[in-house]
């Protein structure tokens, strides 16, 4: 049940991130990016038995999942403060928020993939 709740937000976040992005509005298109993929990390989270409500929990189950598929997703991930961090502090270059929303964009179809076996 759980799962589907935040899968249901994923949905919602991402719709949004892209709409804000259509906009122009970079900063709040970011934090909705990173959103979405806290909610599939939850999701994972749930589904594994993972503990799921930190900041610290998140950056443990991509280790976790790294190890798992033995793949450094961390670093699609870091990409993803990247983005969380610019909502508050709006830092980012149009060019350098590409790149970031780029890697977001790849962690959130590798999150999903692992979330639909």
Not at 54 to 71: C, F, G, N, P, Q
């Amino acid at each position: 049940m759980r799962v589907e709740v935040y899968m249901k937000l994923h949905e919602k976040y991402l719709k949004d991130a892209e709409e804000l992005y259509a906009k122009g509005e970079l900063a709040q298109a970011g934090e909705k990016y990173w959103g979405a993929i806290t909610a599939l990390l939850n999701a994972i989270g749930e589904r594994k038995g993972w503990s799921h409500y930190t900041h610290r929990d998140y950056a443990e189950i991509v280790e976790k999942l790294s190890e798992e598929l033995r793949e450094p997703i961390g670093r699609l991930f870091a990409s993803t403060e990247r983005l969380h961090a610019n909502y508050y502090h709006n830092f980012l270059t149009k060019v350098n928020f590409e790149a970031h929303r780029e890697d977001a964009i790849k962690l959130v179809q590798k999150l999903k993939s692992l979330i639909d076996c």
